[in-house]
Nanobody, 128 residues
């Protein structure tokens, strides 16, 4: 059984920073591509950022490019999302997910996500 547990969410002022973590257990972490998604109140879940199993390739939604950075530490079975210069529109529940790299790449332009495993999410609230 694969488990993904997000942490690090909370309340932050606009312009501030926050780092989310996703801890993975239950299987070999390094063989999976990973991604962050978010869902704002009343909106559909959307892709935020993705990373290959080695960490050598990263992918970002246009809305967060140059502000957010995705990374992973395979030795710690953990993925991160460094959020800088946050905006009120970044307010959402953030989910981490694991799956095939093809699914991560496809998620950039599709609302139908084929990730294999999902966490339960962590709430990020950005105040203006």
């Amino acid at each position: 059984q694969v488990q993904l547990v997000e942490s690090g969410g909370g309340l932050v002022q606009a312009g501030g920073s926050l780092r989310l973590s996703c801890a993975v257990s239950g299987r070999t972490f390094s063989s999976n591509a990973m991604a962050w998604f978010r869902q704002a109140p009343g909106k559909e879940r959307e892709f935020v950022a993705g990373i290959s199993w080695s960490g050598s390739s990263t992918y970002y939604a246009d809305s967060v490019k140059d502000r957010f950075t995705i990374s992973r530490e395979n030795a710690k079975n953990t993925m991160y999302l460094q959020m800088n210069s946050v905006k009120p529109e970044d307010t959402a529940v953030y989910y981490c997910a694991a799956g095939r790299l093809a699914a991560v790449i496809a998620a950039r332009s599709s609302s139908k996500y084929a990730m294999d495993y999902w966490g339960k999410g962590t709430l990020v609230t950005v105040s203006s």
